[in-house]
Each structure stands twice: as structure tokens, then as C-alpha cells.
């Protein structure tokens, strides 16, 4: 089962470790929830306590599988004792944790996983998105979430996170008319005057 993180991920040098471990560098959080994840199992070698979520076909076996934890176990970059759920669902319907008790949700090319588990995370936790689906446009509009940072990918090891300037980002490039309900149905983010490779918003 490796084989399809080896596919999807460390053969195309897009596992994003680097910028896994700049957001524990800079925010220290505790538990991680990780909606839409399918095979994506980096944050685990990062930090010792993450849920995933994920409804797409095999990923229950893949996330039980002996050869993935030994991976895991022998990749992972700290000395704590490893934590992993697996819900195999979609992450729009509810998830038997407990509200307000994750420190971050990562979402990357899942959907609008932000608004969708928002009541998961704590007040001052983090959603770190990009915007391929529109997730990152979608917690732009939303006044639950502040955004606090942005993230470039420099490569697979080394991300940069800065709060400079926060201002110049978020800008649409045309002046139209852009409402939640318009980028549920294109699912795709706002065109920007100037982008990022991801957001961190904060949830207020």
C-alpha cells in the first residue's frame, strides 16, 4: 500500500515536509485533523497526533496497512509516541471527534474542507489551505477566519512562511461580483493580483 504515498507524493518530490515542519516551528500545535488527505500521510512523520479523513476508495486499507505504520515509525521526526485515526467518510458529514479540539486542519486539493470542519477547530487554531479548490478564497470571505500568514513553496524541503504585508494579498484581479455560493458551484478560487502557494487563517 506504500506504494501509492510513493506515486502520489515522495516520487514527484510533493510530500510538502518543509512546510509541515515550518508550521510546527512557528505554531507548536498539539492535534492535527486533516480532511480529504486520501494517501497523504506526511503530517504523521511531522507531528505525533493527526486524524484523517478521507471517503475515497482503498485509503481505510491503506491507513491500516503494517507496511505504512513501519514507514511511518521509521520516517517520523520526533520521539513521541504515534498517534493516527482514520475516518473513512466524507468529512462534510459529522466526525466523532469532539468540537473545538484540533489545533490546525490542513487542507490541500480537498474541497472546502474549511468550512466544512470548522466547528472542529479551536478558537486561535489554524486552517493552512491553498486555493485550488477555492478553500482559501472561501475562509477570505468568512468572518470566523482572520488570515495571518501566507506560504511559498521554495521545493519539497523547504517552504517559507511570512506575515509581511498581508495586505497586498487576497485581491481579486477583476472587480466582479465573487459570493460564497458562487465558488461552491465553480469550486475554484478567486484569480488574485498577487497569490501565494497556501494561506494560514486563524479561527477567531
Same mark, same amino acid.
Given at each position: 500500500? +506504500?506504494?501509492?504515498?510513493?506515486?502520489?507524493?515522495?516520487?514527484?518530490?510533493?510530500? !510538502?515536509? $518543509?512546510?509541515?515542519?515550518?508550521?510546527?516551528?512557528?505554531?507548536?500545535p498539539k492535534?492535527?485533523?486533516?480532511?480529504?488527505c486520501?494517501?497523504?500521510?506526511?503530517?504523521?512523520?511531522?507531528?505525533?497526533?493527526?486524524?484523517?479523513?478521507?471517503? @475515497?476508495?482503498?485509503?481505510?486499507?491503506?491507513?491500516e496497512? +503494517?507496511?505504512?505504520?513501519?514507514?511511518?515509525?521509521?520516517?517520523?521526526? =520526533?520521539?513521541?509516541?504515534?498517534?493516527?485515526?482514520?475516518?473513512?467518510?466524507?468529512?462534510?458529514?459529522?466526525?466523532?471527534?469532539?468540537?473545538?479540539? @484540533?489545533?490546525?486542519?490542513?487542507?490541500?486539493?480537498?474541497?472546502?474542507?474549511g468550512?466544512?470542519?470548522?466547528? =472542529? +477547530?479551536?478558537? $486561535? $487554531?489554524?486552517?493552512?489551505?491553498?486555493? /485550488?479548490?477555492g478553500?482559501?478564497?472561501? &475562509? /477570505?470571505?468568512?468572518?470566523?477566519? &482572520?488570515?495571518?500568514?501566507?506560504?511559498?513553496?521554495?521545493?519539497?524541503?523547504? @517552504? /517559507?512562511? !511570512?506575515?509581511k504585508?498581508?495586505?497586498?494579498?487576497?485581491?481579486?484581479?477583476?472587480?466582479?461580483?465573487?459570493?460564497?455560493? /458562487?465558488?461552491?458551484?465553480?469550486?475554484?478560487?478567486?484569480? =488574485?493580483?498577487?497569490?501565494?502557494? $497556501?494561506?494560514?487563517?486563524?479561527?477567531?
Amino acid at each position: 500500500m +506504500l506504494n501509492l504515498y510513493e506515486k502520489y507524493h515522495s516520487k514527484k518530490e510533493y510530500t !510538502s515536509v $518543509g512546510l509541515f515542519r515550518e508550521i510546527k516551528k512557528r505554531f507548536n500545535p498539539k492535534r492535527i485533523l486533516y480532511p480529504g488527505c486520501y494517501v497523504h500521510i506526511t503530517p504523521s512523520l511531522v507531528f505525533p497526533d493527526v486524524v484523517y479523513v478521507d471517503s @475515497f476508495r482503498n485509503t481505510q486499507k491503506f491507513y491500516e496497512s +503494517l507496511q505504512v505504520k513501519e514507514f511511518i515509525e521509521k520516517s517520523k521526526e =520526533y520521539s513521541e509516541k504515534t498517534k493516527i485515526k482514520f475516518y473513512h467518510q466524507d468529512y462534510n458529514k459529522d466526525i466523532p471527534e469532539d468540537r473545538e479540539s @484540533f489545533d490546525v486542519i490542513i487542507s490541500q486539493y480537498g474541497g472546502f474542507v474549511g468550512k466544512a470542519v470548522k466547528k =472542529y +477547530l479551536k478558537k $486561535g $487554531g489554524i486552517l493552512v489551505c491553498n486555493n /485550488s479548490h477555492g478553500d482559501a478564497s472561501m &475562509a /477570505s470571505m468568512d468572518p470566523d477566519y &482572520a488570515l495571518i500568514t501566507v506560504y511559498i513553496r521554495r521545493s519539497d524541503e523547504k @517552504f /517559507s512562511i !511570512s506575515s509581511k504585508n498581508l495586505q497586498e494579498y487576497m485581491i481579486p484581479k477583476k472587480k466582479v461580483k465573487v459570493t460564497r455560493k /458562487s465558488i461552491e458551484e465553480t469550486t475554484k478560487g478567486i484569480p =488574485y493580483t498577487k497569490s501565494s502557494s $497556501g494561506y494560514v487563517f486563524r479561527k477567531k
